[in-house]
Nanobody, 122 residues
Framework: EVQLQASGGGLVQAGGSLRLSCAAS??????IGWFRQAPGKAREGISC????????FYVDSVKGRFIISKDNAKSTVYLEMNSLKPEDTAVYYC?????????????????WGRGTLVTVSS
C-alpha cells in the first residue's frame, strides 16, 4: 500500500497560479497522477507522470496550462497550475494511476490520499 498526501491548494483569482505537491510513502515504478472532483461532478483524471521514465500525460482541459514534475529523491510530485479558470475549482487528489487516457473520467486509480481544495474566483 502507498500513502499519498496532496497539499498546496488555496484561493486564487482567475488567471493566477498555484503549485500542488504530492508526498508519498514510496513511489517505486508507479505512474503518479492527479485527479480532481468538483462539487456534484464526476472525478476527472487530469495529468500523470511515470516515476521511472518521466513521461507525462495531460488531458485536453489542462494541456498547455498545467505542468507535472517529480523529484524522486524527495518522493514528491508537483502540479504547477497556471492560467487558472473558475472551472478548475475542485478538490485535487494525487494517486497511483492504473489506467489513463484522453477521457479523464475513465482513469483508474489504486491509491490516493486526502485531497487539497483549489478555488478559483472570477
Amino acid at each position: 500500500e502507498v500513502q499519498l498526501q496532496a497539499s498546496g491548494g488555496g484561493l486564487v483569482q482567475a488567471g493566477g497560479s498555484l503549485r500542488l505537491s504530492c508526498a508519498a510513502s514510496r513511489f517505486d515504478d508507479y505512474t503518479i497522477g492527479w485527479f480532481r472532483q468538483a462539487p456534484g461532478k464526476a472525478r476527472e483524471g487530469i495529468s500523470c507522470i511515470s516515476m521511472r521514465y518521466g513521461t507525462t500525460f495531460y488531458v485536453d482541459s489542462v494541456k498547455g496550462r498545467f505542468i507535472i514534475s517529480k523529484d524522486n529523491a524527495k518522493s514528491t510530485v508537483y502540479l504547477e497550475m497556471n492560467s487558472l479558470k473558475p472551472e478548475d475549482t475542485a478538490v485535487y487528489y494525487c494517486a497511483t494511476v492504473r489506467a489513463y487516457g484522453s477521457n479523464g473520467h475513465e482513469w483508474e486509480f489504486d491509491y490516493w490520499g486526502r485531497g487539497t481544495l483549489v478555488t478559483v474566483s472570477s
